[in-house]
């Protein structure tokens, strides 16, 4: 069974448009997170939710704004899509929030803005 | 700011012999560092990780060891195997914080 899975996998849209990647652990985790990874290889956290609760959010663009309808969820929806945000977007799971340690991550879901 | 960082962007490696990648970070409020294995189209996985009370961990073929004075971490694999053939990513975080900072990892190829 996947532990943590995202979906889709690949997603290809036009710049304007707004799009949803779905993520969902079946590990019993109460924390969760968005991760980007860009061009550059560069992995960098955007979110983290522990409970349904907002408890880290870097400098992330308005567009982008997270969803978590129980603990086991957590969505992440892009409004009016840049080519900058062409990225890998990871997601992840861990049991114990505040020590960073242990997180579970997603396969990636590959945005490419056209 | 990159706060953690793997200057070596690929490492090639004969079957067998060591392999060894190393890690710098700048800040010096980082108590725990991981290790991270990732496979293409797949996520990083958890590989080994060291509490900064340690300057050794070690796990089968996995040793991770950690220079406080130099903020310096590197993971050491004996034998190297063909499977091993991944990108590695160091992290770092601060116990009570929620933030792991991730190096930009290196591709490690391990030749037959």
């Known amino acids: 069974d996947t532990a943590v899975s995202q979906t889709p996998k690949y997603l290809v849209t036009q710049m304007g448009n707004d799009k949803s990647i779905k993520c969902e652990q079946n590990?019993?985790?109460?924390?969760m997170y968005w991760y980007k990874q860009d061009s550059k290889k560069f992995l960098k956290i955007m979110f983290s939710?522990?409970?349904?609760?907002?408890?880290i959010n870097e400098t992330v663009p308005n567009r982008f704004s997270p969803k978590s309808p129980d603990k086991a969820h957590l969505n992440l929806h892009i409004n009016s899509l840049e080519l900058g945000d062409s990225a890998v977007y990871f997601c992840?799971?861990?049991?114990?929030?505040?020590?960073?340690?242990?997180?579970?991550f997603g396969p990636g879901t590959r945005l490419t803005v056209t | 700011d990159q706060q953690v960082k793997q200057n070596s962007p690929s490492l090639s490696v004969q079957e067998g012999r060591i392999s060894i990648l190393n890690c710098d970070y700048t800040?010096?409020?980082?108590?725990?560092f991981l290790w991270y294995k990732k496979y293409p189209a797949e996520g990083p996985t958890f590989l080994i990780s060291?509490?900064?009370?340690?300057d050794k961990n070690e796990d089968g073929r996995f040793t991770v060891f950690l220079n406080k004075s130099a903020k310096h971490l590197s993971l050491h694999i004996v034998p190297s195997q063909p499977g091993d053939s991944a990108v590695y990513f160091c992290a770092a975080s601060v116990t009570g914080a929620n933030n792991l900072f991730f190096g930009t990892g290196t591709r490690l190829t391990v030749i037959p």
């Open positions: 992840a799971s861990s049991r114990n929030p505040g020590t960073g340690v242990g997180q579970y």
């Open positions: 800040n010096s409020m980082f108590d725990y």
């Open positions: 060291i509490s900064s009370i340690k």
């Open positions: 939710y522990n409970n349904k609760e907002l408890i």
């Open positions: 590990l019993g985790h109460d924390t």
